[in-house]
């Protein structure tokens, strides 16, 4: 139902972000937002490498010619453990679904899943 977008640099700090509705139209939502970055960017910028996720993954990898997908959940987790390294649980509270991951070890041992898509979870 949302489609967001960020920028980091080499270092891991936030340069960009965009967050709205997808209006239903992830693949749109995102070519605006690559749009508004693009416009924002000095001309020598170089961005290396593009992953997205999520439920339009696939669209928007596609569409866009993305570098990477990423499981939702593995980048849940990749991002918690950037912020808090050794992280052992997360907690996603999405606007369909709510997930819990439970961590061993710099992996995923355990997913739970919510049993009834509850759609405004969120």
Sequence with gaps: TTTKVALIDDKG???????????GSPLQT????????YGLLPPSTR???SVVTGYGE??????????LGEIETVAHFK???????GVDFVLDIGGQDMKSLRIKDGVIE????NEACSSGCG
Excluded at 13 to 20: G, M, Q, R, T
Excluded at 110 to 113: A, P, S
């Design 30 to 37: 995102a070519i605006y937002a690559l749009h508004e970055l």
């Design 110 to 113: 355990n997913v739970m899943l």
């Design 79 to 85: 991002g918690a453990d950037f912020f808090y390294p």
């Design 13 to 23: 700090e936030l340069l960009y972000s965009f967050y709205s509705s997808n209006r």
């Design 58 to 67: 696939a669209l928007v990898k596609a569409g866009l010619k993305v570098d």
């Design 47 to 49: 961005i290396c490498n």
